[in-house]
């Protein structure tokens, strides 16, 4: 089942707009990452926030965490045409010692030249 | 060095049929994981191996899906009596121990369609 939902489920912005996805989710959390996919197959890392932290910075995106919400938004700065793909946030389930993935349903962004 | 591979790329199938799912994760990374992501959703959580033991299958929908990683490397999927509806991408990925911040470095999926 999925943990939590992305919002917008689609976003199209023009290239050098920024854009925003949110993400809600519903238990307890470790730590929260996002992750992107292009062309519906391999998912490559973003970056990870922990519970403990509230914002985070890599390059041109800033990912906030809001414990008390269950929520997270993850911000592209200044896009670019490369930048289009699905964006999913990814939650921790720890069963048996292993940090198994929880994903919501993913944002799919483009970005119009 | 190579990053997580799964063949075939992609696999059409009969209803019916048994199919097996290759994943090769990055050599020395002690936990493997596969997820099934269908269409418009995101990846679901299927199976976990700490090295060739299964640590968690509670992701596996039915028995008609199972998993195994005899020598704690390669992993092989395998799915019999298929049908329709296990018509997805299944995803690999490992990770080098199964710790909090231990990225899973995902594989390029294998996308599986039964008709």
């Known amino acids: 089942s999925q943990q939590g939902e992305e919002d917008p489920q689609a976003l199209s912005i023009q290239e050098g707009e920024n854009a925003t996805m949110n993400c809600s989710y519903k238990?307890?959390?470790?730590?929260l990452q996002w992750y992107r996919q292009n062309s519906g197959r391999g998912l490559v890392h973003l970056i990870l926030?922990?519970?403990?932290?509230r914002e985070k910075h890599s390059g041109r995106l800033r990912v906030t965490l809001d414990t008390s919400k269950k929520s997270s938004s993850l911000l592209i700065t200044a896009s670019r045409a490369a930048d289009t793909a699905s964006y999913f946030c990814?939650?921790?389930?720890?069963?048996?010692?292993?940090?198994?993935?929880?994903f919501g349903q993913g944002t799919r962004l483009t970005i119009n030249p | 060095g190579a990053g997580v591979s799964q063949t075939p790329s992609n696999k059409v199938t009969e209803k019916g049929k048994y199919v097996e799912l290759r994943c090769d994760p990055i050599?020395?990374?002690?936990?493997l994981y596969w997820y099934r992501q269908s269409l418009g959703q995101g990846p679901e959580f299927l199976i976990y191996?700490?090295?060739?033991?299964?640590?968690?299958d509670s992701g596996l929908p039915n028995d008609r899906f199972f998993a195994v990683r005899p020598e704690g490397s390669v992993s092989t999927l395998k799915i019999q009596r298929t049908e329709r509806g296990d018509s997805a991408v299944y995803l690999c990925?490992?990770?080098?121990?199964?710790?909090?911040?231990?990225?899973?470095?995902f594989g390029p999926g294998t996308r599986l369609t039964v008709l």
């Open positions: 191996f700490q090295g060739t033991g299964a640590a968690d």
């Open positions: 050599s020395g990374h002690t936990a």
């Open positions: 238990t307890s959390i470790n730590n």
């Open positions: 990925a490992s990770s080098p121990l199964a710790g909090d911040t231990d990225t899973q470095y």
């Open positions: 990814a939650t921790d389930a720890w069963s048996q010692g292993a940090q198994k993935l929880v």
């Open positions: 926030i922990r519970s403990n932290e």
